[in-house]
């Protein structure tokens, strides 16, 4: 695809740069080339940041609310125990094991990272922070998202062993099934907005806070509500936490991984995180709209206010089986999330809504 | 559509693994999700504790005894200070009756406590688990100021106890009484009622009365099944018969009752600890008893009830200062006994669930 500007939407903000390097008269394809690299890394840098900000509020969190302290000792609050976490787990030995299936074990937490971090690409951080506002915004994050299946699938067989494989094989089981109603939700949204593009979803929403979907009765509140808890199990968080339940699977399908490449999970876990909530207040909290605040401040307040409500499930709640989790999925969000959906559109068609 | 392959598969459920509470071992065979065999494996933790018994004189098994069930390690020394008393009959001081009853109580809702936090903990809540051994220092802080040791105390002895209570104890443990009485009203409110923990835990590795008989399986998982069965009332020792407490029961026999039962358990002993406080007499705290003392040539056969159920000791003696034969019987050890019955044709998760019901310490089942 072709964009307008040098930076697409981001032009605004990094388009000095851009010009700053076409005054140095380098031809063309080098210029895509800086273009995409600059992109790039600051996707990365985003998504680095914000995962490791994301692991150390969550001990935070997790500290409170079990009436601990949580990290102390590094800077105000132990504030970059993170950075030190991050810098062992790189300088940590990769230990291997013998038995596993080469190519397949090295390629899955790279898929599972790389999927994280494409996400990212049509997440509207703010009015005119989005890097590619693609037409179909929302269902490319759906499609994106999906390649984590197939990386935990992947890790769960290259390790070569049997607690992995199980967490492997939860984890496709659940995913697959969560993906359903996680849409069907999201399709209420995109049908009242007419348009998948993460913008024009925001830009439906601006005004007073009625116009936000989640108020939208009755339709919006369901939709968020099956929403957010299929966005749970997405994420892999309690209660749905079962391909890596520590319990059951030790460590589920991260169980053969160490150093780096179990950072690269771990780094995608959070990030996928992010990525939930962040749809979740695009679609339903009227993305960066606000007063007063800038719109990337908003957003950010939103979404963290997302991410927290993640957490406490995760340190509030027993996790469930695996049966009763399917269950819970095909018997009770399916049928509600479609039955709002031919509803929400019914009343479109109709044109009984606000 | 050509025919799918499946085949059952072996995992080794440890001796490392984050919920078999120790090193215990079970060998599983699955069927996809399914366990459909388990034959666990123990003695990883096996000291040989009854032999080493026998080569130390009465007053040096008393330490030995702690490190049988470390857990309750009151129970532990208060019985075999018992047995030895049986033996050689020594008068205990009434004082030293009273705090023996009030640390064994105490001791048991610090084990419950662990109790809880452990088992939500396998569920896959992480919280309770802080919030128990929150409640737990507590106690473990009364025993310290006490005896000056947390875990592994050598407090009961023969004849009596090794120390007097400090002023400051009693004033501490009901302060201590209240707290726990106020938490566990959160603690029933954060997971009695949670449809997860219900879906989790109700129906779920159902013990059958006669079952648990047949197996010899005693304490809260045998009286979870509805076998109203607890030494302290049908065997009392110590001063158990002057005490007016409740023999808690539950009908279902699943985890779930197992886990309430526990709970009710704790309000249970806290009044017993209370009676204990308020009938507290002065006097001496140990009689006389040389470290020594020959107890004359007979056996004896004595029990209480700990946390995990019936706890004993048989000790034989040919009147020298060592005892001849000493052989212990734990609660662990039959409850390990009958997971394989009421654990099979269930799933992974359930049978985690069913082992932390269970309440198994390992040291116990290994000697």
Redesign the interface.
Known sequence: MTYPLPFGELHGVFGWLYELLESTGLPQPWLDVVRYAALGALVFGVISLLALFLVWWERKIAAHIQQRFGPMRHGWHGWYQTVADAVKLLTKEDILVDTRDKFVFFWAPVICFVAAFLAYVTIPFGEGLIVADLNIGILYIMAITTFTIISLLMAGWGSNNKYALLGGIRSAAQLISYEIPMVASILVVVLFVGSMSMVDIVEAQSGWITNWYVFRVPFGPIAFITYIIAATAEANRTPFDIPEAEQELVAGYNIEYSGMKFAMFFLAEFANGFTVSAIAVTLFFGGWHGPFLPSWVWFLLKTLGVVFLLMLFRWTYPRLRVDQLMEFAWKFLVPVTFANLILAAWMKYAGWYW | MAELRTEE?T?NMGPH???THGVCRLILTLSG?KVIKIVPVIGYLHRALEKICENRTYAQCIPVMDRFEYVTAMSCEYLFSNAAEKLAEIEVPERAEYLRVIMLELNRIASHLIFYGVT????????PF??GL?EREGIIDLFEMTCGQRLTYNYIRIGGVSKDIPPQFEPKCRETIKTIREKLNDYEG??NE?P??L??NKGIGVLPADLGIAYGVSGPVLRASGVKYDIRKDDPYSIYDRFDFEIPTRENGDCYDRYLLRLDEIKQSLNIVEQALDALPEGDIKAKVSPNFKPPAGEVYARVENSRGELGVYIQSDGGKKPLRVKMRGGSFNQLQVLPEIGTDC????L?AIFASLDIILPEVDR
Do not use: C, K, Q
């Open positions: 598969f995992v693994h984050p919920s999700e939500a903990m396998d569920i896959g809540a992480l919280t802080l919030y929150r954060l997971l949670n997860i923990w879906v989790r799933l992974v998760a359930d985690v």
